[in-house]
């Protein structure tokens, strides 16, 4: 459990080496994101008087920020592909690959329970109904955090912080510099051992 807890943790590291960096992607990519959000909140009060509180809860019943949840997580995903395809040498590989596949799930799930939410949404809103959509703000808060870590599992290779505590052979960079001095060693070999050209 602690070691789960470290392969969490480490790669926040990032955020305080590259404190620059983290504050213009959260700002284009978390606040910027959420434009359409604010615009609407901005539109209803000055148009109809409608208080923040009251615009929020339209937007969460209208599913805005489901959809932003998975578009969030959905664009971790280009990024880390891009990742294994242009490194030279691919670091954090697991680590990289388990974060893929938590969000090809998480896609998987929240977008079943969004259409599942939309399909029985209720068009009336009164003021004595006004409920937090817990399952909505849960999966909210987890594309925010989850987006961050990937930024920051991205930042990793590039950074001049020692990840050791990672060094656990399934979250390892040990293992990838083993693939990789193999794959080197392929290029190599011209001639199996009875002299026949590879």
């Not at 590259?18 to 901005?42: M, R």
């Not at 209720?122 to 999966?139: A, C, E, P, S, Y």
């Amino acid at each position: 459990m602690k070691k789960l807890f470290i392969i969490i943790r480490d790669p926040f590291k990032i955020i305080k080496e590259k404190k620059s960096e983290f504050i213009i992607w959260f700002l284009f990519t978390i606040i910027a994101g959420q434009f359409g959000v604010l615009a609407n909140i901005i539109v209803r009060y000055y148009t109809s008087n409608t208080d923040v509180t009251t615009s929020i809860y339209i937007e969460s019943i209208n599913g805005s920020f489901y959809t932003f949840s998975i578009a969030l997580v959905a664009s971790i995903l280009g990024p880390i592909f891009i990742n294994f395809l242009n490194s030279i040498r691919l670091e954090f590989r697991t680590l990289k690959t388990f974060t893929i596949i938590i969000s090809i799930f998480y896609l998987f799930i929240a977008g079943i329970i969004y259409a599942a939410i939309q399909s029985k949404a209720d068009d009336h809103l009164t003021n004595q109904n006004f409920k937090i959509d817990t399952t909505q703000l849960i999966i909210y808060l987890f594309a925010i955090s989850f987006a961050a870590y990937g930024y920051c599992i991205l930042g990793m290779e590039n950074s001049s912080l020692n990840f050791d505590s990672l060094n656990d052979p399934l979250f390892s960079d040990q293992d990838d510099q083993n693939v990789e001095e193999i794959i080197e060693g392929a290029h190599d070999v011209n001639n199996d051992q009875n002299g026949i050209e590879l």
